[in-house]
């Protein structure tokens, strides 16, 4: 992919979006991971950009000190509020237990999003997006919480994709070479969380995209019509045939989390 490009792209779409909105600035969750990162470099190249770094006490340490130190080598205006207690008055008033992961992680990602649009409205900032085309198409992530934003600049590009672009902006390198996490529970991991590589979920991903199909694979992922496990070079991401498993589990998933895409359904009212 010609990164150069993509860059000049996504830096001319937040500079115009900022400009017309009329806003001060950024301001996005850093929470020392991949998506955040790349964002936060590129914000920082258009405007003043803020960073809310938003840990619990089950938070891997090691992700604070790397959102830290991005955020001093950006300059970026940045506070550290530990959500620990607000998740635990939470908790208590709802009767939400910790061990029930899934509503725990919703609840992280609310209650960051909660804080940095309250941030945004007290400095005049634009709350930026960090999901990627992985997470967004898979509903790997919070409606109304993580995946939130005033706009998304990333949200295009897969997270494989992510990777070879983060290098390309000279993002620091163990950052880059982490395990994905999203860092709600401890030693939480995307790729054991979801069961397979995003390499192999991005490929399977932009298979479904193009419109490949199950119609050119048979049960152990060759091709139909093409006679060998790969493909013409760059019709799709990576060079292998998704397998039949891994199709049918994404597809699942996109169908299932299509609604997270969408804006609340509105009731059509007839007035007559």
């Known amino acids: 992919m010609n990164y150069e490009k993509i860059e000049k792209n996504i830096l001319e779409f937040l500079r115009d979006y900022l400009a017309t909105s009329g806003a001060k600035g950024f301001v996005l969750g850093l929470s020392g991971g991949l998506d955040s990162a790349v964002v936060a470099t590129l914000c920082a190249k258009i405007a003043p950009t803020h ?17 830290l130190r991005l955020a001093k080598t950006l300059g970026l205006n940045h ?15 709802n009767g939400l237990s910790k061990q029930q992961k899934l509503r725990y992680g919703n609840l992280c990602a609310r209650v960051r999003m909660c804080l940095l649009y309250d941030y945004s409205s007290e400095h005049a900032l634009l709350v930026v997006g960090t999901s990627n085309k992985s997470e967004r198409l898979l509903g790997y992530g919070t409606i109304f919480g993580d995946m939130a934003c005033a706009l998304n600049p990333i949200g295009e590009l897969f997270k494989s994709e992510i990777f070879e672009f983060a290098d390309f902006l000279g993002v620091d390198k163990a950052i880059i070479n982490k395990a994905p996490s999203a860092d709600l529970w401890e030693n939480q991991s995307d790729e054991s969380e979801l069961g397979y590589s995003y390499k192999e979920l991005d490929g399977a991903l932009d298979f479904i995209l193009k419109g490949l199909g199950n119609s050119r694979i048979s049960k152990d992922g ?12 760059g019709e799709i991401l990576g060079d292998k ?4 498993e ?8 996109m169908k299932n989390n299509a609604f997270k895409l969408n804006t609340p359904a509105i009731a059509k009212v007839l007035r007559d």
């Not at 960073?51 to 959102?67: G, I, Q």
């Not at 139909?224 to 790969?230: A, E, M, P, Q, T």
């Open 51 to 67: 960073a809310l770094l938003m840990p619990t006490r089950l938070s891997n340490k090691a992700n604070l000190t790397d959102a």
């Open 79 to 93: 506070k550290i509020i530990d959500i620990s207690n607000i998740l635990e008055s939470f908790c208590a008033a």
């Open 222 to 233: 060759i091709s139909k019509g093409l006679g060998n496990s790969r493909i013409p070079s």
């Open 241 to 244: 045939i998704p397998s039949v």
């Open 246 to 253: 891994i199709l049918e589990f994404c597809k699942k998933r």
